[in-house]
């Protein structure tokens, strides 16, 4: 079965930086998509930005010029370096990742455990 664990959740005040990591493992031919979503205490789980294999983002706006993703295909991992931290960022973040099987046609979706990002202002 594909896992996905991430690392690197904490407390932080705001201005400050961290830096998230997920690394899947598994029966995995190809990972068509990693990404990062994030919910709040009484808020619905949103995108926060997601990378292709070949490196093509997408971001919220609400996390654009702070929030910079990145991926090592070779070792399955995608990061996600946090900048400029707002208290409203403050959510437990997820991992995400579109995973293709050796015997699969079409990719199936996985998710972390989530890991906690508070921003104290």
């Known amino acids: 079965q594909v896992q996905l664990v991430e690392s690197g959740g904490g407390l932080v005040q705001a201005g400050g930086s961290l830096r998230l990591s997920c690394a899947a493992s598994g029966p995995i031919f190809n990972i068509v998509t990693m990404g990062w979503y994030r919910q709040a205490p009484g808020k619905q789980r949103e995108l926060v930005t997601v990378?292709?294999?070949?490196?093509?983002?997408n971001s919220s706006d609400s996390v654009k010029g702070r929030f910079t993703i990145s991926r090592d295909n070779a070792k399955n991992t995608v990061y996600l370096q946090m900048n400029s931290l707002k208290p409203e960022d403050t959510a437990v973040y997820y991992c995400?990742?579109?995973?293709?099987?050796?015997?699969?046609?079409?990719?199936?979706?996985?998710w972390g455990q989530g890991t906690q990002v508070t921003v104290s202002s």
């Open positions: 990378i292709t294999s070949g490196g093509t983002t």
């Open positions: 995400h990742a579109e995973v293709r099987g050796y015997d699969d046609y079409h990719p199936s979706n996985y």
